[in-house]
C-alpha cells in the first residue's frame, strides 16, 4: 500500500481540536519533509494556541502524526501560500 502525506489544517474549539482543511503533499518523503519545514510558525505548540498544522503520513491506510508547527491567522495564509506555490513548482515544472 502506498504512503501519502498530506498538511492538516487544526483549530482549537471547546471541544478540542478540529481539523478545517488538508493538502495532499503526494508520496515524497523529502519533499513533504523539505515543504513542511518552510512553514511559517513554533514547532514547540503551547497549551494556549488556537491554530496548527500538522505533517501526516499515511501509511497502509494509517494516520501518524509526523510535525506540527503552531500559527497565528497571518502565518497560515503564508503557510498556505507557500503550500500552494511548492506544489504549483512539483506539478508543473519540475521533470517527471
Known amino acids: 500500500m502506498r504512503t501519502i502525506f498530506y498538511v492538516i489544517l487544526r483549530l482549537r474549539t471547546i471541544d478540542g481540536f ?21 512553514l511559517k510558525g513554533r514547532e514547540l505548540p503551547q497549551e494556549t494556541d488556537m491554530l496548527h498544522m500538522d505533517l ?8 501518524v502524526n509526523l510535525r506540527v ?14 503550500i500552494t506555490r511548492e506544489m504549483f513548482k512539483l506539478l508543473n515544472l519540475e521533470s517527471k
Open 69 to 82: 508547527v503552531s500559527c497565528t491567522a497571518e502565518e497560515i495564509a503564508a503557510n498556505v501560500k507557500c
Open 56 to 63: 501526516m503520513e499515511a501509511k497502509e491506510g494509517l494516520p
Open 18 to 38: 478540529e481539523s478545517y482543511g488538508s493538502f495532499n503533499l503526494g508520496d515524497d518523503r523529502e519533499f513533504a519533509y523539505g515543504v513542511f519545514s518552510q
